[in-house]
């Protein structure tokens, strides 16, 4: 079987339009990691209890390969820690953090971001104390939920992740030709192709 091409997606600092512009609650998140809904999950925590409605997962993680398709092309995707950084920092700075959808479909309110951090040693992290297995540069959030429907939703295993939503420059490697699409017109749909 032949390697699938790997496209490193990057943020242009320079483009407004780049970077994250909502975290999605999703089933099958691209990252394949599930959050953690602390209300079912026994830590030692204070400030956290089922009456809070706070969930925590890993938004991105770098130099995951995440395998995408566009007409037969399969290729992978990756964010390098750099990416995820920047990605994190902008998202905050732009005050994206009330910005949520479920299924990449649907604009939803009462989900926001209260806390965001990038892991920096996985073994002291707290996001160990939730299983979360996140490798150094992984891109932690804490979310709450205030929307009635979507925290029963989150407690009966609808939503099992967090996906992000924005747009991206990419660098390619070893891209194969698409006969039907001009290589421009591949990039712009490459950079919608986290939704």
């Known amino acids: 079987m032949n390697e699938l091409d790997t496209i490193e997606l990057f943020i242009d600092e320079h483009l407004e339009e780049e970077g994250i512009n909502a975290i999605s609650l999703v089933e099958f998140p691209a990252i394949e990691e599930n959050f953690v809904a602390l209300s079912k999950h026994e830590v030692d925590f204070k400030t956290i209890d089922e009456d809070k409605r706070i969930i925590v997962g890993l938004a991105l993680v770098p130099d995951k390969k995440i395998k995408r398709r566009k007409g037969d092309y399969m290729y992978n995707i990756t964010f390098s820690k750099d990416t995820v950084r920047k990605a994190s920092e902008l998202y905050l700075k732009r005050l ?65 992740g967090l996906s992000i939503e924005g747009i991206f420059s990419d660098k390619v490697e070893d891209m194969s030709s698409d006969e039907e699409m001009t290589q421009s017109e591949f990039i712009n749909e490459l950079k919608k192709i986290l939704q």
């Not at 160990?128 to 979507?150: F, H, P, R, S």
């Open 96 to 160: 994206k953090n009330n910005n949520a959808t479920l299924e990449h479909a649907e604009l939803t309110t009462g989900v926001s971001v209260i806390e965001s951090w990038i892991v920096e040693d996985p073994s002291k992290d707290k996001s160990a104390l939730y299983g979360l297995n996140a490798v150094q540069g992984a891109w932690a959030v804490t979310m709450k939920i205030d929307n009635d429907e979507v925290w029963a939703d989150v407690k009966n295993g609808k939503y099992l």
